[in-house]
Nanobody, 118 residues
Framework: QVQLVESGGGTVQAGGSLRLSCVASGSTFTIDVMGWYRQAPGKQRELVATRTSGGRTNYADSVKGRFTISRNNAKDTVYLQMNSLKPEDTAVYYC????????????WGTGTLVTVSS
């Protein structure tokens, strides 16, 4: 079992920056991929960025060049550095963890709200 706790959300002005953190606990050795998803009002949840235990990253086109995903050495914490924020980045951001195939599980945090004002 894995628990995910996000932090770092808040309100920022357009053009500003924010750093989100997600701490995983429990059976963290089972985790392969960690990432961030977001859900804006009236929209479906969408992938923002992911990072595998081996360091491979994937970003949504809308955030490429502005957001950076990183993980600490123990790979139990994932960060999302968000720069040049735009009002359209406003959403609840959710941390996600996907286990190695032999475990066959995934986990979600409860989300942290990011509001970008004009």
């Amino acid at each position: 079992q894995v628990q995910l706790v996000e932090s770092g959300g808040g309100t920022v002005q357009a053009g500003g920056s924010l750093r989100l953190s997600c701490v995983a606990s429990g059976s963290t050795f089972t985790i392969d991929v960690m990432g961030w998803y977001r859900q804006a009002p009236g929209k479906q949840r969408e992938l923002v960025a992911t990072r595998t235990s081996g360091g491979r990253t994937n970003y949504a086109d809308s955030v490429k060049g502005r957001f950076t995903i990183s993980r600490n050495n123990a790979k139990d914490t994932v960060y999302l550095q968000m720069n040049s924020l735009k009002p359209e980045d406003t959403a609840v951001y959710y941390c996600h963890a996907d286990t190695f195939g032999e475990y066959g599980k995934d986990y979600w945090g409860t989300g942290t709200l990011v509001t970008v004002s004009s």
